[in-house]
C-alpha cells in the first residue's frame, strides 16, 4: 500500500530525492512520516509532515538539509535530501500515522509502512 523509490548511490555533498506513493487506500488525512534504519542500528525518525502540510517535523540531525513535502491530489510523500552525508546511509522507509491530528517520531503510532529503499552515501 505504500511504495517507496527515489533510493541510490551518491557521493557525500550530493542530494536524492525520495518519494512515497499509496495506492489501494487513500492515507488522507493521517500525517505521514520518513525513517530509516542503518546496518546494525535501530530504526530512527525522520521527518514527517501532516495531512494539511502546514506542520513538519525534523530530526535534529537533519534540519536544513532534508525537506519533507506531500502531495494530496496524487496521494504522495517525498523527501527532499540535500548535502547528504555518510552517516545518512540506510534504508529509507515511508510510513503513515494510524491516528489524525498529531505529529510524532514515536514509531509505535504508524500503522502502514512501505517496503524501504536503500540511500548510501560514499565519502
Known amino acids: 500500500q505504500l511504495q517507496a523509490s527515489g533510493g541510490g548511490l551518491v557521493r557525500a555533498g550530493g542530494s536524492l530525492r525520495l518519494s512515497c506513493a499509496a495506492s489501494?487506500?487513500?492515507?488522507?488525512?493521517?500525517?505521514m512520516g520518513w525513517f530509516r534504519q542503518a546496518p546494525g542500528k535501530e530504526r530512527e525518525f525522520v521527518a514527517a509532515?501532516?495531512?494539511?502540510?502546514?506542520?513538519?517535523y525534523y530530526t535534529d540531525s537533519v534540519k536544513g538539509r532534508f525537506t519533507i513535502s506531500r502531495d494530496r491530489a496524487k496521494n504522495t510523500v517525498d523527501l527532499q535530501m540535500n548535502s547528504l552525508k555518510p552517516e545518512d546511509t540506510a534504508v529509507y522507509y515511508c510510513?503513515?500515522?494510524?491516528?489524525?491530528?498529531?505529529?510524532?517520531?514515536?514509531?509505535?503510532?504508524?500503522?502502514?509502512w512501505g517496503q524501504g529503499t536503500q540511500v548510501t552515501v560514499s565519502s
Open positions: 510510513a503513515a500515522d494510524k491516528a489524525v491530528g498529531r505529529i510524532s517520531d514515536n514509531s509505535d503510532y504508524y500503522a502502514y
Open positions: 489501494g487506500r487513500t492515507f488522507s488525512p493521517y500525517t
Open positions: 509532515i501532516t495531512w494539511s502540510g502546514c506542520s513538519t
